[in-house]
């Protein structure tokens, strides 16, 4: 597709098609010009040494035969086929011999030696035409006067070839400008529209177009592969944002609600201000989960963005995990049951250590929160009315050929194979754990945190319980052996 | 209004109505509160605003109100504040601008940042802006009180003991020893942190955010009150068989050592 002529002259196609033009003309031009000087000059060194040679040829023979034998001479040569000019005068510049029919008379009185080009006139059939000549005098003792001369014709003529052929390249070369402008304006405007073309539709809305790849492998194709990469992503970021909006939409309202209906009953039932102060209480608590929920959901969004803001670190996993393990030891030995901790380490990662910590956290909070005893009654409970718990919970680290694997294990009811896909989505919480507290947002963390860091969150079945592990890509080294094993300033 | 009843000493002349900066108990760990701090807030929202004011004066200490960053500059630069309270995103000035140019005229006085942002990395550029606390909106006014009253004592001189003191508990942290009543407890090492911050705010609240903060360097709360299980376990260690209980819970905020019964 080829624009409007007034944009024609704006497009980048017609500029470069111009550039081209004018760079190539003028480099033509001048090889031509260089080639026709130089060969002109070298017709005119041949001509200037034949006529060198013809006069020193009659000098000779004037030296030997006087003047008589000079104008003998010339009247023979005159009469060949394709003569050089000849001319011989007296002293007083009468001609006595010679085939130059008119030649201005101040010729003649030339400074000897110098070839000078001279316009004559000679007898071409019955009608005198006029010639350029290259012309040498000679002046012979005795006052005479000898001219010899070369049509230059055949130079001329050479020149004037240089001269067509000049014109010739210049037509050769527009034509070819132009076929190359429309080319370019044909291949490569055309894509460039196209593309310009695709993104004001996804401006306008098609969030689902993408730009033409013809598979070409040029740079086109990589341009257009990187925006559709691009392309992909803010799509699935603003499903993203689609889906938290969704969530806060069905999933805060409920709890607003509750919170709403208990001030309101409390403003209906007057029960006196103990009554009062515990309608309060319970509000505020309320209103504390909400902001719980807000905060955590906040936090997944911008996780999944990847906009948490800090960047990936170069950090040792095994470090992060040994940090949690002992913030939960004497957490999970309350609640009945015990942490071990089985750490290899070191274990480079690039990564945030906040992060990583809250999604470790998150798994220990949940297998402290569902994992029962395997078997009834087997571990002997420290006797606290914590909600029952399982016997062992584990966190592993340990490397696995390209990854680090961070496991929670722990031997509870586990989580059914048909459900791993759905827990990790926001708000799903299965049917059993409806009772406990929480906000079905654990999990999604996780999985943000470990897509984050270009892992994942893997669940497996502990037989019986679950093993949760968030897998993270192992740092390569690249040099800096460091380790950095805090992000955050205190 | 508290203030009222304060004289003036420092910055004479400029505001009379400013007080002296709170007069520190010579023995800070006496486990009583002896002082009254003079807050700045910085707020736009004039309801969360006057909540706060309220509330500090409730709890006995003076506060002043700037209703946007260029008076909150005014009222900082003028002086005279144990802790300047400042909103992050403040008509006609940036709060992190405020806390910016105070530290760069030299101005230690500490500051806590409020902002409803609450990321990590919200976070870093508050802290590194000058700021030495950073608390999410929307909060508890238990955790904001028990933070602005520890960094008015950080900010007092010698606070680099090198051993802390609360009754007959000791803790000596260039051994990183403790005993109490002349005998050893043995601690593990982040039990020791944990008694150690304790001990330096000691007969200030901590909550536990401060003590996730500041003992474990992690700014999230975990589900599960990990914090609790943590202050027993140091309680039994060095509370159990001793008649004085010295480290003591304070319902809604936190945690307190002191040598006193709270009241």
Redesign the interface.
């Known amino acids: 597709m080829i624009p409007s002529p007034g944009r024609l002259f704006r497009t980048t196609a017609f500029k470069l098609a111009l550039v081209y033009l004018v760079v190539f003309s003028g480099l033509t031009l001048f090889l031509i010009a260089y080639i026709s000087r130089s060969t002109t000059d070298l017709l005119t060194r041949q001509l200037e040494s034949s006529i060198a040679t013809e006069i020193s040829s009659l000098v000779e023979q004037y030296r030997r035969g006087g003047i008589r034998q000079v104008v003998g001479s010339v009247e023979i040569r005159s009469r060949r086929p394709s003569a050089s000019l000849y001319l011989v005068a007296d002293f007083s510049g009468r001609t006595i011999v010679g085939n130059v029919a008119d030649l201005p008379l101040a010729v003649l009185n030339l400074p000897d030696g110098k070839p000078v080009q001279v316009s004559y006139q000679r007898l071409d059939g019955d009608v005198a035409r006029e010639f350029q000549a290259l012309v040498r005098v000679f002046a012979l003792p005795g006052g005479f006067r000898l001219l010899v001369g070369r049509d230059v014709g055949e130079r001329t003529e050479f020149e004037d070839v240089i001269a067509e052929s000049i014109q010739f390249v210049i037509l050769v070369m527009v034509v070819m400008g132009l076929v190359t402008w429309v080319f370019v304006s044909r291949s490569v405007l055309g894509r460039v529209e196209d593309m310009a073309e695709t993104s004001r539709r996804i401006i306008s809305g098609d969030l689902g177009r993408r730009l033409q790849v013809t598979g070409s492998g040029d740079e086109f194709d990589n341009l257009a592969t990187s925006l559709n990469h691009m392309l992909e992503r803010i799509e699935a970021l603003m499903t993203g944002l689609k889906e938290v909006s969704d969530d806060i939409a069905h999933d805060l309202k409920t709890p607003l609600t509750r919170l709403r209906n208990r001030l309101e009953t409390a403003l209906r039932d007057s029960r006196g201000e103990a009554g009062y102060r515990e309608a309060i209480g319970a509000s505020i608590e309320d209103?504390?989960e909400l902001?719980?929920l807000f905060?955590a959901l906040?936090?997944i969004a911008?996780v999944e963005a990847g906009s948490?803001?800090?960047e990936l670190k170069p950090l040792d996993a095994a470090a992060i995990a040994a940090?949690v393990a002992?913030?939960?030891e004497?957490?999970v030995e309350?609640a009945g049951g015990t942490l071990t901790a089985r750490v290899d380490g070191p274990l480079p990662i690039a990564g945030?250590r906040?992060l990583i910590?809250?999604a470790l956290?998150?798994l220990?909070?949940n297998a402290?929160?569902y994992a029962l005893p395997p078997e009834e009654g087997a571990p002997a409970l420290s006797g606290t009315v914590a909600p029952a718990l399982a016997g062992t919970v584990e966190l592993r680290a340990k490397r696995v050929g390209e990854e680090v694997h961070l496991t929670v294990v722990d031997h509870g009811p586990g989580i059914p194979l048909a459900d791993h896909e759905r827990v990790t989505q926001r708000f799903v919480r299965l049917e059993r754990s409806r009772t406990l507290?929480?906000s079905g947002l654990?999990l999604s963390l996780v999985s943000a945190v470990a897509r984050l860091h270009g892992g994942r969150l893997a669940l497996a079945d502990a037989g019986p319980g679950l093993a949760a592990t968030l897998v993270l890509p192992v740092r390569l080294e690249t040099g800096g052996a460091e380790e950095n094993h805090?992000?955050?300033?205190? | 209004m508290l203030r009222r009843r304060l004289r003036t000493r420092h910055g004479a002349g400029r505001r009379a109505m400013r007080g002296p900066p709170a007069k520190w108990s010579p023995n800070p760990v006496d486990g009583v509160r002896l002082m009254t701090m003079r807050v700045l807030i910085i707020e736009d929202d004039k309801e969360a605003a006057s909540y706060l004011t309220r509330a500090l004066d409730e709890a006995g200490h003076a506060s002043d109100h700037a209703a946007d960053g260029d008076a909150g500059q005014q009222l900082a630069e003028a002086g005279g504040y144990d802790v300047l309270v400042v909103d992050r995103m403040l008509p006609k000035r940036d709060g992190l601008s405020i806390v910016e140019d105070l530290r760069q005229k030299n101005d230690r006085t500490p500051v806590l940042i409020l902002s409803a942002l609450g990321q990590v990395d919200d976070r870093v550029a508050g802290l590194r802006a000058g700021g030495d606390d950073y608390l999410t909106k929307p909060y508890a006014f238990s955790e904001l009180l028990a933070r602005i009253e520890a960094l008015a004592r950080r900010n007092r001189p010698g606070d680099v003991d090198t051993s802390y003191r609360v009754g007959d508990l000791t803790l000596d942290r260039l051994n990183q020893k403790v005993t109490r009543g002349g005998t050893d407890i043995p601690l593990q090492p982040r039990e020791f942190r944990l008694l150690e911050y304790m001990m330096r705010n000691a007969g200030q609240v901590v909550t536990r955010t401060m003590l996730l903060e500041h003992v474990w360097d992690y700014h999230f709360d975990p589900q599960t009150n990990v914090i609790d299980v943590h202050v027993s376990r140091l309680r039994s260690k060095i509370d159990k068989g001793f008649e004085r209980p010295l480290l003591h819970t304070i319902r809604g905020a936190g945690y307190m050592i002191r040598d006193t019964v709270p009241g």
């Open positions: 209103a504390d902001i719980h905060d906040l936090r911008r948490s803001g800090d940090d002992e913030l939960y004497p957490v309350d945030n906040a910590s809250q956290t998150n220990l909070d402290i929160k507290p929480g654990g805090g992000t955050d300033v205190h």
